[in-house]
């Protein structure tokens, strides 16, 4: 398993600005990923974080809105812009244990509040 | 289109009762179906999960049941104690696009 560590674990926002998660793996992984999970919601993947290209976007997200970096295989960033209280929401770093097997470890979430 | 159902939504199982969460797919391309357990505050950690190959998986109080023909799949929690009073989600994957997608959920509460 994988032992993923999240920053900042929680924080409040105000409308119209912009915040950066972190995510730190202990392994290099080739599979890494964004979810969000709304309150009281399922798990909704946002983007792949591909280790030296650009991420790749699932549908109803953009770039724009969630820039993704990926500069090696153990760290990535997911910046939320130009934030709405619609963004409230717990953020999740996920990596694969390996290609195609579909099994994810998950980091502990970065519960986002914007007023 | 949701691609995963599950149900019920929330459940309230009496300590050493058996709890029972179901959830059927779309897509006969996945072959590969986890369950995760997440408690509050925390992320969703994989409790158990299993393949077409084998209609049924036991780990402990946790059990899958699985029916390839009628595309459902289904987490039997044996004499459920309430440490297991958390969020299960179901998870299906599989295919060319090998990303799980998720069922939206089921809160069990486990009264003493």
């Known amino acids: 398993s994988a032992v993923i560590s999240q920053k900042p674990s929680r924080d409040i926002c105000q409308r119209g600005t912009s915040l950066t998660i972190q995510c730190q793996v202990d392994?290099?992984?080739?599979?890494m990923f964004w979810y969000r999970q709304q309150p009281g919601q399922s798990l909704t993947l946002i983007a792949t974080?591909?280790?030296?290209?650009?991420?790749?976007?699932e549908s109803g997200f953009v770039i724009d809105k969630f820039p993704i970096s990926r500069p090696n295989l153990t760290f990535s960033t997911l910046t939320v812009s130009n934030m709405s209280p619609e963004d409230s929401s717990i953020y999740l770093c996920s990596v694969g244990a390996g290609t195609n097997t579909g099994e994810l470890f998950f980091g502990e979430g970065s519960r986002l509040t914007v007023l | 289109q949701q691609q995963v159902k599950q149900s019920p939504q929330s459940l309230i199982v009496q300590k050493g009762g058996i709890s029972i969460i179901n959830c059927a797919y779309e897509?006969?391309?996945?072959?590969?179906f986890p369950w995760y357990q997440q408690f509050p505050g925390k992320g969703p950690a994989l409790l158990i999960a299993?393949?077409?190959?084998?209609s049924e998986k036991k780990e402990g109080r946790f059990t899958i049941s699985f029916n390839k023909s009628a595309k459902q799949f289904s987490l039997h929690i044996m004499d459920s104690q309430p440490g297991d009073s958390a969020t299960y989600f179901c998870?299906?994957?599989?295919?060319?696009?090998?990303?799980?997608?998720f069922g939206k959920g089921t809160l069990l509460t486990v009264n003493p």
């Open positions: 299993i393949r077409p190959d084998v």
């Open positions: 974080a591909n280790q030296g290209s650009e991420a790749t976007y």
């Open positions: 897509n006969t391309a996945f072959d590969y």
């Open positions: 392994s290099q992984v080739t599979m």
């Open positions: 998870a299906a994957a599989g295919g060319s696009n090998y990303k799980l997608t």
